[in-house]
């Protein structure tokens, strides 16, 4: 199993622009997580999906951010527009009911 | 208050001793708990898991779940350089998965 694979490993982008990153989750797990990952806060739950369905997005910042998640293969997370405070490592962890996540190696992002 | 508390360190270890790590939680009905290690770049990996109160062993590790006081904790035995880290305390309640600050741990040769 190749395990969560996240794209792109980093990605620098200018104030304003919008960001897409993506998620392919690990085959046969049914949660999918979003977390962002800063000095200052720590490891923050964004969104999280069972079965493709949005269960809790209370994390998500601001309706600069949206997350979707089209079937049990893929799942985006879109910044629109980007601003520098959103600079950080944003993971992607998939798991099943009750077990432990599974994470990706994450994206850095950096905004200019 | 924060749903999963952690003391954030750094926690300085001779190496060949025991550090011990604290987590607190503030939801009664969470129902799994587990401990990542992250090294510095790295994404956060599994290193034990506990679903009932006591104790669980696994190597060096062993991990304590104490629910009536909502509290988890992780022992690692015979500290090596390469335990250096951060440690992050995560609790599941129903299917949402929180994670603590995370405690830095450095292991002193």
């Known amino acids: 199993d190749a395990g969560v694979i996240q794209s792109p490993r980093h990605e620098v982008t200018e104030m304003g622009q919008e960001v897409t990153l993506r998620c392919k989750p690990i085959s046969g797990h049914d949660y999918l997580f979003w977390y962002r990952q800063t000095m200052m806060r720590g490891l923050e739950l964004l969104i999280y999906f069972n079965n493709n369905v949005p269960i809790d997005d209370s994390g998500m910042p601001e309706d600069r951010f949206s997350a979707k998640m089209p079937n049990a293969s893929f799942s985006t997370l879109k910044i629109q527009p980007s601003e520098p405070r959103d600079s950080a490592v944003y993971f992607c962890?998939?798991?099943?009911?009750?077990?432990?996540?599974?994470f990706g190696n994450g994206t850095r992002l950096t905004v200019t | 208050q924060k749903e999963v508390e952690q003391n954030s360190g750094p926690l300085s270890v001779p190496e060949g001793a025991i550090a011990s790590l604290n987590c607190t939680y503030s939801d009664r009905g969470s129902q799994s708990f587990f401990w990542y290690r992250q090294y510095s770049g790295k994404s956060p990996e599994l290193i034990m898991s506990i679903y009932s109160n006591g104790d669980k062993e696994d190597g060096r590790f062993t991990a304590q779940l104490n629910k009536a006081s909502q509290y988890v904790s992780l022992l690692i035995r015979d500290s090596q350089p390469s335990d250096s880290a951060t440690y992050l305390c995560a609790v599941n309640s129903w299917g949402k998965l929180q994670f603590g600050a995370g405690t830095q741990v450095v292991v002193t040769p």
């Open positions: 962890a998939t798991g099943q009911e009750g077990s432990p996540l599974h």
